[in-house]
């Protein structure tokens, strides 16, 4: 079945159970179960027979887009998670059991899971070391120097969309015996699956584009045999799992992921072209660039004809007052902090997922204060850049 059929069937309709068969999986809210025989629940509890007995260790609604999520990324299985920092907490954790607690991180991730890795595991003795993981022979050193337990990239970097090696960089940490993690929020699995590119572990805010639309909170991890049995095992204990109405709303979101993506690709990619030639915008960030840095990754990972819904750019000589100024123009365009949602949506990283890190820092990473990301949404194009146009011109 090609993708965009299986975010349609896979995971509902199930027809093992008696009766009429509902089209779309119901919102199971109960948090036990039980079964005609007590014997039932008892060899489900000892792991002799698949079955439901508490929420916290399965759950219907869950399941069904849990094996929707397991076959959208080619997985062994998959948890819903109640955010993505929880996907992200519980796979961290899982691929550190039996393996040294040391992880190679890339530099350029999420502010939250800079947080999540310093403060929270550093916190428990994980020591993190942060690579470039666009810089393959940098990546190469630190893990033959660090010998880590785990290593961990975005596939899309944020905000300047850089494109690590995915693939080569799994045969890197599988040679060293670490687990490797990706974090795949920005591509979607229609953009690239990185278990198919050697990685043990996948985790998605699916607050982002698999929900998308702007009213969910929940996180992904989908993984191959080994580490899911332990994703699992950590969950039955801390919970953290989905509630079955932001499963039921995740898996909604999901029918309609394919056409909603694509043409948040095609609108990213349009918005892109006109900024390059608008007089007011010094530079434009975007996946589909031929001068690209990592344009040759891009070629040989991506989906063809897509280069993602997530484009930034730079304000031509504006400083954090014109910036604000500019945001407070837009009229169609969100001023929000997310990404992924059926409406565009604007960000301004200095003052709000960079915010935490000094000027010097953030000017190193190529983050200047001019620099604004927009996560494209399925409106008309043209309003869209009808706005963020009447927004740059405001100041001229
Ligand atoms: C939003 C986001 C997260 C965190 O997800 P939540 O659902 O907000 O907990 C992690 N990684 C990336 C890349 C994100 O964009």
Redesign the pocket.
């Known amino acids: 079945m090609k993708f965009e059929s299986q975010v349609i069937h896979a995971g509902d309709r199930k027809r093992n159970r008696p009766g009429a068969v509902p089209s779309t999986t119901p919102i199971h809210l109960s948090s036990t179960y039980f079964y005609e025989r007590a014997e039932t629940l008892d060899r489900i509890f000892g792991h002799e027979e698949e079955g439901f007995s508490y929420s916290r260790y399965a759950n219907p609604t869950n399941d069904a887009l849990e094996e929707l999520a397991t076959v959208l990324e080619n997985g062994h299985g998959a948890l819903a998670t109640a955010?993505?920092?929880?996907?992200?907490q519980l796979a961290f954790q899982a691929a550190l059991i039996d393996r040294p607690h040391k992880i190679v991180s890339s530099g350029s991730?999420?502010g939250?899971?800079i947080k999540l890795l310093d403060q929270v595991l550093g916190g428990f003795g994980v020591d993190v070391t942060y690579v470039d993981m666009c810089d393959l022979e940098a990546v190469e050193r630190v893990i033959a120097r660090e010998q880590p337990g785990c290593v961990f990239m975005?596939s899309i970097s944020?905000p300047l969309v850089r494109v690590g090696q995915i693939d080569k960089i799994a045969e890197l940490a599988r040679a060293a015996g670490a687990a490797f993690i990706v974090?795949s929020?920005?591509s979607t699995p229609m953009i690239l699956r990185p278990l198919d590119l050697g990685a043990h572990i996948v985790?998605h805010?699916?607050?982002?584009y698999l929900a998308g639309h702007g009213d969910v909170?929940?996180?992904l991890i989908i993984s191959d045999e080994q580490h899911h049995e332990s994703v699992r095992s950590l969950s039955r204990i801390v919970g953290g799992s989905l509630g079955p109405f932001e499963s039921y709303l995740t898996m909604r979101g999901i029918k309609t992921l394919a056409v909603r993506f694509e043409r948040q690709c095609q609108n990213a990619r349009k918005l892109a072209e006109c900024l390059a030639n608008h007089p007011c915008v010094e530079r434009v960030y975007y996946c589909s660039d031929p001068r690209h840095p990592d344009a040759a990754a891009i070629q040989r990972l991506f989906r063809p004809g897509m280069f993602g819904a997530i484009l930034s750019f730079e304000i031509r000589d504006a400083d954090r007052a014109a910036v604000m100024a500019f945001m407070n123009r837009l009229k169609l365009v969100v001023p929000g902090s997310?990404?992924g949602d059926v409406h565009t949506l604007l960000l301004y990283p200095v003052m709000a997922s960079h915010r935490d890190i000094s000027p010097k820092m953030r000017e190193r990473m190529g983050i200047r204060e001019n620099l604004v990301r927009v996560a494209a949404g399925i409106e008309a194009v043209d309003d869209i850049m009808a706005d963020l146009d009447a927004a740059l011109r405001g100041s001229m």
């Open positions: 955010s993505g920092m929880t996907a992200l991730i999420y939250a899971t975005e944020n974090d929020t920005f985790v805010s699916a607050t982002k909170l929940g996180g997310s990404l």
